[in-house]
């Protein structure tokens, strides 16, 4: 008894054991990772590289390849990385969220507003930033499946509103003062390796792992593949979504608040256009726009060519401007890359 009961709650959490649903799920979710997108992964880590190797000459000196610019690149890459985990998982299920970069100013603002200005324990204004971001993300969730609205509308509507939230809260002004224990999470080391990066790759990996070894993350491939079929198949379309945009913002909480941690105060025009880079790199690094394909871990190689992209146009002294440019060409190639794949597999 003991030993079917153990089978059951492994099959319960997992989705393994032979479970029929599972294996219909299955059928419909179709998540290999296409042999096309790891020779783009590969294609992205060479150029990166290429990236590095042209600054260092250009510059006439080795500025791309040290340890300072090298561990300041990580700590920008980490922060990137940690958001998109979570819009990549709602890509993923063939949806969107415009309002991360929004969420991620909220959540950073309240966090410190109660620390500072309330005199809470930093830890549980952290609890309290983490609970923004999910009840944002649970609100556009609440918008896709109970109220039916379109992706693109109902989180460009929470961009607005939690843009706005963090500006009310704080009357536009900067909120400094933070403790230095909360401060060592964005500019501590553990092992010489920057805390944000341990998070990051943390985060990468986990969301990896759910997504492949438990039910919950099958379903999510499965509604981004087919909605009607993994409907028919009776997974609980609804829960998933809101799941997966709760994640999502929770997650851009983190990355608010790690990177708060990092510069010791918090403004509430920070992470303005951030959802841009994130959506970049996971589109850069496999996720499919149609739904249904990728893997998270592509993100965070997506990321990486953004961060040494910015980080080598930086050193050039490549104006801002440009700069933008450069990441708007860089998105619309990876797209058009996407749709070919995606037409190529339908043939």
Known sequence: MGKSFFKSATTAFFG???????????????????????????GLILVSAGIGIAVSFKAGENLFFTRDNLLTLLRQVSFNAIMASGVSVVIIMAGIDLSIGSVWALSSVVMAFVCVHWGWAWTLSVFVGLL?????????????????????????????????LAEVITGGFQISGLPDAFQWWGQGHLAGIPVPVVVAVFVLVSTWVFLHATRLGRYIYAVGGNEIAAHLSGVPVGKVKLFAYAYCGLLAALAGLLATARMGSVRPSDALGYELDAIAASVIGGISLMGGQGSVLGTGVGAAFIGVLRNGMVLLDVSAFWQKVVIGIVIIVAVAFDNLVWRRGRQ
Do not use: W, Y
């Open 16 to 42: 393994c054991g032979g479970d029929r649903k599972g294996k219909e799920v299955g059928k419909v979710m179709g998540h290999r990772f296409p042999v096309q997108q790891l020779r783009f992964l590969l």
């Open 132 to 164: 923004v971001g999910l009840l944002c993300g649970t609100v556009n969730g609440l918008g896709v499946t109970l109220f039916r609205l379109p992706p693109f509308v109902a989180t460009l509507g929470m961009m607005s509103i939690a843009r706005g």
